[in-house]
């Protein structure tokens, strides 16, 4: 069973307990709008996507999930939770779940305003919050309010665009920066709602902070709370937290699944103060408390792995150790290690032979799938074109790219073959050889490039668009042309 994680980021230790959940049994596929992202080096499979509101975003996963067999989506951002949440019903057709909770859930969870209402309307404690200026410097005047007060986006998470405001003067001060903040980010996009309303302003609580992950099963059933009490913050996640035994906060937390009816994990934000618990926020995803939940034995990925399948989830695979504290440490990912690889002309033709010969395997269908002969057609790559290989410090070849640089006439260069080694993808060996073509062929005299692209095969469509190629024509009913001017 294969499953999807989206807008991955660096959430590298997700990536990983899935792969354990799944334990050889599927893969762990993930995407983010960006390749710079260090969850790619640890996942099975990695690509990138449109932006989360590009009208191709949907588009794009649901034919790279028929194409990759993908039986399950979750995201891991809230800016894509809404998007997905609404397209649910596209890839239930599929035969993909997408674990995402509804739009009402979401709605409430990402608008902090709705969650202040949802919140004051159910009887749960929150922080007083306000969207109006003035209406807060009248809550203040009236003592009903003190500073130092939290202006914040209405939209939005770690802590971007948080200020703390200790007067009315830094009131507004802050109030218009945090405007202006949000316009200047991705918090813009869901701000566009009533971004005349888009900054929260809140008071601060003084009291202990906890974090809780109240779990619900795949049908929005309660299961369980684990909450931790939290020893440090870092851009507004979670640095250093331990599980704690509290039922006060644990049956806070099943109100919250019975009212809310989430999937899955419910990241929650809470303060007990003066005995008293006050929910600040909820996030309707994995959070970035949950590692302390799992170093704590809460295997939320493995349990969902079960459900996915049907089968039973025991109760101690969700049962925390209580007092387990822990800290997050700070590790570096190297990106890009393909920059160690050089790129090289091939000009033994036993050579060419032997690098078509093993890299066409990587292609899909391959060579000899189409009854191609491989030392043919490796000759008059030898004999006609170019072949540049990725050569690794070691000797060996990553990837390679073949084409022909001859057409004198239309000025053209003809990309025959780009195959990389599954290992090395998601790397950008795959532009570094394109590059090197480019840059050749233009030296030639050519003008531009085209090349013949699988209608079904979305990643190297997305590759070559993203490197400033487009569709120029239908070369079969399976297949495109592609070109780009040099």
């Not at 939770?81 to 859930?105: H, M, W």
């Not at 749960?124 to 007060?149: C, H, M, Q």
């Not at 292609?363 to 008059?380: C, F, G, R, V, W």
């Not at 050569?391 to 003809?414: F, Q, R, S």
Request: hydrophobic content about 40%; proline content about 3%; some cysteine.
């Amino acid at each position: 069973m294969n499953v999807l994680l989206t807008s991955v980021g660096r959430r590298s230790y997700l990536v990983k307990y899935f792969k354990d959940a799944l334990n050889g049994a599927g893969e762990v596929h993930v995407a983010n709008s960006s390749d710079i992202s260090p969850a790619f080096q640890v996942a099975d499979y990695s690509f990138v996507t449109p932006l989360i509101y590009d009208d191709n975003y949907i588009p794009f996963l649901l034919e790279y999930c028929m194409e990759k067999d993908i039986k399950a989506i979750i995201s891991l951002f809230d800016v894509d939770l809404p998007v997905l949440s609404k397209n649910k019903a596209c890839f239930e057709e599929i035969g993909v779940r997408v674990l995402v909770s509804d739009p009402y859930v979401i709605d409430i969870c990402n608008d902090k305003w709705k969650t202040y209402q949802f919140l004051v309307q159910n009887g749960i404690n929150a922080p007083r919050s306000f969207l109006d200026v003035d209406e807060a410097v009248k809550s203040i005047a009236s003592g009903e309010t003190k500073y130092p007060v939290m202006v914040k986006p209405r939209w939005g998470m770690g802590s971007l665009a948080i200020f703390e405001a200790e007067n009315e003067e830094e009131l507004n001060i802050f109030y218009n920066k945090a405007k202006r903040n949000i316009k200047k980010t991705y918090l813009k996009y869901e701000s566009k709602e009533d971004f005349e309303r888009c900054v929260l302003i809140q008071e601060k609580l003084h009291g202990q902070e906890y974090g809780l992950d109240v779990i619900n099963n795949l049908d929005g059933d309660y299961v369980t709370t684990i909450a931790k009490i939290k020893y440090a913050m870092r851009s507004g996640e979670t640095d250093c937290a331990s599980t704690v035994d509290c039922q006060e906060l644990k049956e806070l937390g099943q109100k919250l699944s019975g009212m809310l009816h989430h999937v899955a994990n419910l990241d929650t934000d809470v303060f007990i103060v003066d005995g008293n618990c006050y929910v600040l926020e909820m996030n309707a995803r994995f959070g970035g408390g949950y590692p302390f939940s799992y170093m704590a034995g809460v295997n939320l990925p493995l349990a969902i792995v079960k459900w996915l399948k049907g089968e039973i989830v025991e109760k101690e695979t969700l049962r925390e150790r209580i007092n387990v504290m822990s800290h997050k440490d700070i590790n570096l990912v190297r990106l890009y290690p393909e920059q160690d690889i050089k790129i090289e002309k091939c000009s033994d033709l036993g050579k060419v032979k032997e690098l078509v010969s093993v890299f066409e395997k990587q292609l899909t269908p391959t060579l000899s799938e189409l009854h191609i002969d491989i030392d043919a057609y490796a000759e008059k790559i030898f004999c006609h074109g170019q072949l540049y290989g990725g050569v690794n410090p070691n000797g060996g070849c990553n990837g390679i790219l073949a084409a022909y640089m001859n057409d004198k006439e239309k000025k053209t260069a003809y990309l025959t073959l780009l195959a990389v080694k599954s290992d090395c993808r998601g790397l950008k060996l795959g532009e570094k050889l394109l590059c090197t073509a480019e840059k050749e062929a233009k030296e030639l005299g050519m003008k531009q490039f085209s090349l013949e692209v699988r209608m079904d095969n979305i990643n190297a469509i997305g590759f070559y668009k993203a490197h400033g190629y487009s569709v120029t024509g239908n070369a079969s009913n399976t297949s495109y042309y592609m070109s780009k001017v040099l």
